[in-house]
């Protein structure tokens, strides 16, 4: 039974790994279309590691930063539903602790988009604190950027 929720949880990740290679590819709308289709399938109560993966992805595919902002905050709560022992089950070198820097510091951006510096200073201010669980890799050098990018972008 374990098995078969593992190869279940394997290929609805391989599913929404498919979905952002059309949003990295240029096609939103069928990115969008999929990721709809994908969280019917996972539910408001699904997995969270699923939950917050594709809101995350489903946040990149809006073009209306309240949207961004709505999938964006569904990611950060299916995050704070994931426990390390979960997702080790997924990937060995993945961390909880590691994606709350990204995820704060997407909120931190939607905020900007919406004019609203206060709100996104806060998150700005707990992807800066949440940078101690990033790696000395290209993943958390690129969200350290980031990071730093908008830090100027508010100052």
């Known amino acids: 039974m374990a098995e078969q929720r593992q190869a279940s949880g394997d290929a609805m ?7 952002v290679m059309l949003l990295h590819g240029g096609d939103r709308e069928e990115a969008r279309n999929r990721f709809a289709a994908l969280w019917g399938e996972i539910g408001q109560e699904g997995d969270p590691l699923h939950r ?17 902002l709505a999938w964006d905050l569904r990611a950060l709560s299916a995050a704070e539903g994931l426990g390390d022992e979960r997702l080790a089950r997924h990937e060995e070198t993945l961390a909880v602790r590691s994606l709350y820097p990204s995820l ?21 201010d707990r992807a800066r604190s949440a940078t101690h669980a990033l790696g000395d890799d290209g993943y958390g050098d690129g969200v350290r950027a980031a990071i730093a990018r908008l830090e100027s972008r508010l100052a």
Not at 52 to 65: E, I, N
């Open 104 to 124: 704060h510091l997407n909120l931190a951006a939607d905020y900007l988009k919406l004019h609203r510096p206060e709100a996104a200073r806060v998150h700005l």
């Open 13 to 19: 990740m391989t599913r929404i790994g498919q979905a």
């Open 52 to 68: 917050c993966t594709l809101a995350h992805y489903m946040a990149d595919a809006q073009d209306d930063p309240g949207d961004e």
